[in-house]
């Protein structure tokens, strides 16, 4: 996740997580990213050595009695991935939750619950009647997230914390997981929805403005698209997928590394939020939108299909070809990607 007092946007420590990807913790170690924060995954793949298997993707999976779970977790800390003055204790609870689930969207799986560990400050105590308990509140956004995609609350944890703190693990059902690495050359690279709007959001909050009614919610409340999700692992028949967490440009990056591709993007075809520009949707962080290598067979009448499905758009923005790393290209012309947030960046 990006800190708030860098520039826009922000995004939660990258979900990189330390999840299985049937590549091995070696193979799946070198294809990781360039970065601080690939740097450091690197180190701790190395050192676990055999009590680690498969690390790398959105979520581990795991084979149960002939089902395959998508296990995910996902840390919110105050004052990195939140603000308290900028957002309720319902949306923080909300927010936290909806970017776990986000991975189990990435991975095409159906959510089953979630278990949330939460830590409150001492003066996060409620006082006096008409005043709400914080953790109360927090947990009563995580139920609502978890409703929304049809989850449960499974369980959780609180503890007293120096700062508020949201820790998610969510748990779905994956009958044919789309993984990170399947990406092949020749392959359509699609995206869901519009891009920009959490970026916009965030830079209304910086600049101590109160984004608009519509804007809003694509900050404090985002919708993860399980249903999309699904869709694009049976349907789509998806080679590969990721949410778009750090933004376009650096999911696109990622997304390439695992797969061992190189991935073209078009800016003037990035679908954007109104008032958004393709430069700014490219790096708006915290859209939660899904990021897909679908086979050179699917077209517009595919994509057709999905909207009537989803009621969201999806847009081809580029292609993956042999090679590695990203091209951003501006009607035809070569521009320089964006980074993605580095959590760890090396100065």
């Given at each position: 996740m990006a800190r708030l007092d860098e520039r826009p946007p922000p995004r939660p420590a990258d979900r990189h997580r330390l999840g299985a990807t049937g590549d091995g913790v070696t193979t799946r170690s070198q294809r990781l990213g360039a970065g601080g924060e690939f740097d450091r995954l690197r180190a701790i793949f190395a050192r676990l050595g055999p009590a680690a298997r498969d690390l790398g993707d959105d979520c581990a999976l795991v084979s149960v009695g002939g089902q395959t779970l998508a296990i995910t977790i996902d840390l919110s800390l105050e004052g990195v991935h939140f603000r308290t003055d900028w957002l309720s204790f319902r949306e923080i609870g909300w927010r936290a939750t909806a970017a776990a689930l986000s991975d189990l969207a990435a991975e095409g799986a159906t959510p089953l619950g979630v278990l949330t560990s939460v830590g409150l400050p001492v003066r996060g105590r409620g006082r006096g009647k008409g005043r709400a308990d914080p953790?109360?509140?927090?947990?009563?956004?995580?139920?609502?997230?978890?409703?929304?995609?049809?989850?449960?609350?499974?369980?959780?944890?609180?503890?007293?914390?120096?700062?508020?703190?949201?820790?998610?693990?969510?748990?779905?059902?994956?009958?044919?997981?789309?993984?990170?690495?399947?990406?092949?050359?020749?392959?359509?690279?699609?995206?869901?929805?519009?891009?920009?709007?959490?970026?916009?959001?965030?830079?209304?909050?910086?600049?101590?403005?109160?984004?608009?009614?519509?804007?809003?919610?694509?900050?404090?409340?985002?919708?993860?698209?399980?249903?999309?999700?699904?869709?694009?692992?049976?349907?789509?028949?998806?080679?590969?997928?990721?949410?778009?967490?750090?933004?376009?440009?650096?999911?696109?990056?990622?997304?390439?590394?695992?797969?061992?591709?190189?991935?073209?993007?078009?800016?003037?075809?990035?679908?954007?939020?109104?008032?958004?520009?393709?430069?700014?949707?490219?790096?708006?962080?915290?859209?939660?939108?899904?990021?897909?290598?679908?086979?050179?067979?699917?077209?517009?009448?595919?994509?057709?299909?999905?909207?009537?499905?989803?009621?969201?758009?999806?847009?081809?923005?580029?292609?993956?070809?042999?090679?590695?790393?990203?091209?951003?290209?501006?009607?035809?012309?070569r521009i320089t990607p964006p980074s993605g947030f580095d959590q760890f960046p090396v100065r």
């Open positions: 953790g109360t509140e927090i947990m009563v956004g995580v139920g609502a997230a978890a409703r929304h995609v049809g989850a449960h609350v499974l369980g959780g944890d609180l503890v007293r914390s120096p700062r508020y703190l949201v820790d998610v693990c969510a748990v779905g059902l994956a009958d044919r997981p789309v993984r990170r690495s399947g990406a092949r050359p020749d392959d359509g690279l699609w995206v869901t929805g519009r891009l920009g709007g959490a970026g916009l959001a965030l830079r209304r909050l910086q600049a101590h403005r109160r984004p608009e009614r519509r804007l809003r919610p694509r900050f404090a409340r985002p919708v993860p698209r399980i249903a999309a999700g699904r869709w694009l692992a049976r349907r789509g028949r998806g080679h590969a997928m990721i949410d778009i967490s750090d933004g376009l440009a650096g999911d696109a990056g990622h997304l390439a590394a695992a797969s061992g591709v190189a991935i073209a993007i078009e800016l003037e075809r990035v679908p954007c939020w109104p008032g958004v520009t393709p430069r700014d949707a490219v790096r708006s962080g915290e859209e939660y939108e899904l990021l897909v290598a679908l086979p050179r067979g699917f077209g517009e009448r595919h994509a057709r299909a999905f909207r009537r499905f989803t009621g969201l758009p999806l847009t081809r923005i580029g292609w993956c070809t042999r090679g590695r790393g990203v091209r951003m290209l501006d009607h035809g012309r």
